[in-house]
Protein backbone atom coordinates (compact mmCIF):
# COMPACT_ATOMS: atom_id res chain seq x y z
CA UNK A 1 0.00 0.00 0.00
CA UNK A 2 2.84 2.22 -1.10
CA UNK A 3 6.46 2.75 -0.31
CA UNK A 4 7.99 3.33 3.38
CA UNK A 5 8.18 7.07 3.59
CA UNK A 6 5.83 8.15 1.41
CA UNK A 7 2.49 9.89 2.73
CA UNK A 8 -0.68 8.17 3.37
CA UNK A 9 -3.22 8.89 1.08
CA UNK A 10 -6.65 9.62 2.54
CA UNK A 11 -8.84 6.37 1.32
CA UNK A 12 -5.86 3.86 2.99
CA UNK A 13 -5.82 5.42 6.65
CA UNK A 14 -8.53 4.16 8.20
CA UNK A 15 -7.47 0.38 6.39
CA UNK A 16 -4.00 0.74 7.72
CA UNK A 17 -5.65 1.91 11.22
CA UNK A 18 -7.69 -0.84 11.36
CA UNK A 19 -4.61 -3.28 11.28
CA UNK A 20 -4.12 -7.07 9.91
CA UNK A 21 -7.53 -8.56 9.34
CA UNK A 22 -8.67 -12.09 8.02
CA UNK A 23 -8.11 -13.24 4.39
CA UNK A 24 -10.54 -14.63 2.21
CA UNK A 25 -11.06 -16.32 -1.22
CA UNK A 26 -14.07 -16.49 -3.26
CA UNK A 27 -14.57 -19.98 -4.68
CA UNK A 28 -14.88 -19.43 -9.01
CA UNK A 29 -17.89 -21.42 -10.61
CA UNK A 30 -16.46 -21.87 -14.32
CA UNK A 31 -19.14 -24.33 -15.79
CA UNK A 32 -17.04 -26.50 -18.68
CA UNK A 33 -13.38 -25.19 -17.84
CA UNK A 34 -10.96 -28.16 -17.38
CA UNK A 35 -8.40 -27.18 -14.98
CA UNK A 36 -5.93 -28.88 -16.65
CA UNK A 37 -6.59 -27.50 -19.82
CA UNK A 38 -6.49 -23.76 -20.17
CA UNK A 39 -7.58 -23.12 -23.59
CA UNK A 40 -10.96 -24.86 -22.21
CA UNK A 41 -11.94 -21.23 -20.26
CA UNK A 42 -14.97 -20.09 -21.51
CA UNK A 43 -14.27 -16.58 -20.72
CA UNK A 44 -10.69 -16.92 -22.27
CA UNK A 45 -12.57 -17.79 -25.57
CA UNK A 46 -15.38 -15.34 -24.81
CA UNK A 47 -12.37 -12.47 -24.97
CA UNK A 48 -10.82 -13.79 -27.77
CA UNK A 49 -14.08 -13.69 -29.78
CA UNK A 50 -14.49 -10.11 -29.08
CA UNK A 51 -11.06 -9.13 -29.47
CA UNK A 52 -11.72 -10.34 -33.09
CA UNK A 53 -14.82 -8.40 -33.67
CA UNK A 54 -17.14 -11.18 -33.21
CA UNK A 55 -19.04 -9.48 -29.74
CA UNK A 56 -22.23 -11.23 -31.27
CA UNK A 57 -20.75 -14.60 -30.78
CA UNK A 58 -19.10 -13.66 -27.38
CA UNK A 59 -21.91 -12.82 -25.64
CA UNK A 60 -23.78 -15.90 -26.87
CA UNK A 61 -20.08 -17.79 -24.75
CA UNK A 62 -21.18 -15.74 -21.82
CA UNK A 63 -24.66 -16.26 -22.07
CA UNK A 64 -24.41 -20.06 -22.36
CA UNK A 65 -22.49 -19.37 -19.21
CA UNK A 66 -25.19 -18.19 -17.20
CA UNK A 67 -27.46 -20.77 -18.64
CA UNK A 68 -25.34 -23.89 -17.04
CA UNK A 69 -25.07 -21.79 -13.66
CA UNK A 70 -25.85 -17.92 -12.78
CA UNK A 71 -23.16 -17.98 -10.84
CA UNK A 72 -20.59 -17.42 -12.88
CA UNK A 73 -19.52 -14.00 -11.56
CA UNK A 74 -16.80 -13.71 -14.44
CA UNK A 75 -19.51 -13.95 -17.10
CA UNK A 76 -21.68 -11.46 -15.18
CA UNK A 77 -18.61 -9.13 -15.55
CA UNK A 78 -17.41 -9.60 -18.90
CA UNK A 79 -20.88 -9.14 -20.14
CA UNK A 80 -21.22 -5.93 -18.91
CA UNK A 81 -18.00 -5.38 -20.29
CA UNK A 82 -19.39 -5.93 -23.50
CA UNK A 83 -21.94 -3.63 -23.64
CA UNK A 84 -20.58 -1.37 -21.43
CA UNK A 85 -19.94 1.44 -24.04
CA UNK A 86 -22.92 1.16 -25.90
CA UNK A 87 -25.74 0.46 -23.08
CA UNK A 88 -24.84 1.79 -19.70
CA UNK A 89 -27.71 0.74 -17.95
CA UNK A 90 -27.87 -3.52 -19.09
CA UNK A 91 -24.01 -3.26 -18.36
CA UNK A 92 -24.98 -2.23 -15.01
CA UNK A 93 -27.57 -4.72 -14.62
CA UNK A 94 -24.82 -7.63 -15.37
CA UNK A 95 -22.13 -5.87 -13.02
CA UNK A 96 -25.41 -5.93 -10.31
CA UNK A 97 -26.33 -9.38 -10.51
CA UNK A 98 -22.88 -10.29 -10.31
CA UNK A 99 -22.09 -8.89 -7.17
CA UNK A 100 -25.63 -9.38 -5.76
CA UNK A 101 -24.60 -13.40 -6.54
CA UNK A 102 -21.30 -13.08 -4.72
CA UNK A 103 -23.04 -11.28 -1.91
CA UNK A 104 -24.41 -14.54 -1.45
CA UNK A 105 -20.94 -15.95 -0.61
CA UNK A 106 -20.12 -13.22 2.11
CA UNK A 107 -20.72 -12.26 5.57
CA UNK A 108 -23.09 -9.67 5.30
CA UNK A 109 -20.88 -7.61 7.92
CA UNK A 110 -17.11 -9.41 6.26
CA UNK A 111 -14.71 -7.48 7.70
CA UNK A 112 -11.68 -9.49 6.32
CA UNK A 113 -10.04 -8.64 2.74
CA UNK A 114 -10.82 -10.31 -0.94
CA UNK A 115 -6.93 -9.48 -2.22
CA UNK A 116 -6.64 -9.55 -6.16
CA UNK A 117 -3.48 -11.86 -5.71
CA UNK A 118 -6.41 -14.49 -5.00
CA UNK A 119 -7.53 -15.56 -8.87
CA UNK A 120 -11.22 -16.49 -7.55
CA UNK A 121 -12.06 -13.23 -6.02
CA UNK A 122 -11.40 -11.13 -8.91
CA UNK A 123 -14.56 -12.06 -10.48
CA UNK A 124 -16.12 -10.02 -7.19
CA UNK A 125 -14.18 -7.09 -7.61
CA UNK A 126 -14.54 -6.79 -11.70
CA UNK A 127 -18.27 -6.71 -10.70
CA UNK A 128 -17.86 -4.27 -7.98
CA UNK A 129 -16.03 -2.27 -10.36
CA UNK A 130 -18.10 -2.52 -13.60
CA UNK A 131 -21.05 -1.28 -11.22
CA UNK A 132 -18.94 1.28 -9.74
CA UNK A 133 -18.12 2.78 -13.23
CA UNK A 134 -21.96 2.53 -13.94
CA UNK A 135 -22.99 4.51 -11.09
CA UNK A 136 -20.12 7.25 -12.12
CA UNK A 137 -21.61 7.35 -15.63
CA UNK A 138 -25.02 7.67 -14.56
CA UNK A 139 -24.26 10.64 -12.18
CA UNK A 140 -24.82 8.37 -9.65
CA UNK A 141 -21.72 9.95 -7.32
CA UNK A 142 -21.99 8.93 -4.40
CA UNK A 143 -22.90 5.50 -4.58
CA UNK A 144 -20.16 5.31 -6.92
CA UNK A 145 -17.65 7.02 -4.30
CA UNK A 146 -19.03 4.62 -1.43
CA UNK A 147 -18.86 1.42 -3.85
CA UNK A 148 -15.45 2.69 -4.37
CA UNK A 149 -14.59 2.86 -0.93
CA UNK A 150 -15.37 -0.76 -0.46
CA UNK A 151 -13.34 -1.85 -3.17
CA UNK A 152 -10.51 -0.37 -1.73
CA UNK A 153 -11.98 -1.78 1.99
CA UNK A 154 -11.96 -5.32 0.30
CA UNK A 155 -9.22 -4.96 -1.79
CA UNK A 156 -6.47 -2.62 -0.41
CA UNK A 157 -3.52 -3.36 -2.84
CA UNK A 158 -5.82 -1.39 -5.82
CA UNK A 159 -4.77 -3.60 -8.76
CA UNK A 160 -8.33 -2.04 -10.31
CA UNK A 161 -6.96 1.56 -9.86
CA UNK A 162 -10.09 2.90 -8.03
CA UNK A 163 -8.30 4.97 -5.50
CA UNK A 164 -7.21 6.93 -9.22
CA UNK A 165 -11.14 7.67 -9.89
CA UNK A 166 -12.10 8.64 -6.14
CA UNK A 167 -11.14 12.40 -6.64
CA UNK A 168 -13.13 12.86 -9.60
CA UNK A 169 -16.63 11.28 -8.35
CA UNK A 170 -16.05 13.25 -5.26
CA UNK A 171 -15.85 16.24 -6.51
CA UNK A 172 -19.13 15.37 -9.11
CA UNK A 173 -17.02 15.61 -12.24
CA UNK A 174 -19.26 13.85 -15.16
CA UNK A 175 -18.07 10.61 -16.33
CA UNK A 176 -15.86 10.78 -19.51
CA UNK A 177 -15.10 8.43 -22.55
CA UNK A 178 -11.33 9.55 -21.57
CA UNK A 179 -12.37 7.64 -18.32
CA UNK A 180 -11.16 3.96 -17.08
Same mark, same amino acid.
Given at each position: MGEEGEP @? &? &?????IIARGPRPMYEMEQVLPGADPDDPDSDPILKANNLRDAGRKGRARQVLERLLM??? +? !?? $???????????? $? $????????? &? +???? @????? /???? /????????LI?? +?? =??? !??????? !??????? =?? &???? %? =??? @??? %???? $??LGVRFLLPQVRAGIEWSDSDP
Open positions: @I &E &EWATPKDL +R !CL $DAHAHLGNLVFS $D $DVRSALWHY &E +RGML @IGRLS /LDED /LDGVLPWGDN +RP =FLR !CMQGLGL !CLWRLQR =FE &EAEN %L =FGR @ILW %LSPS $DN
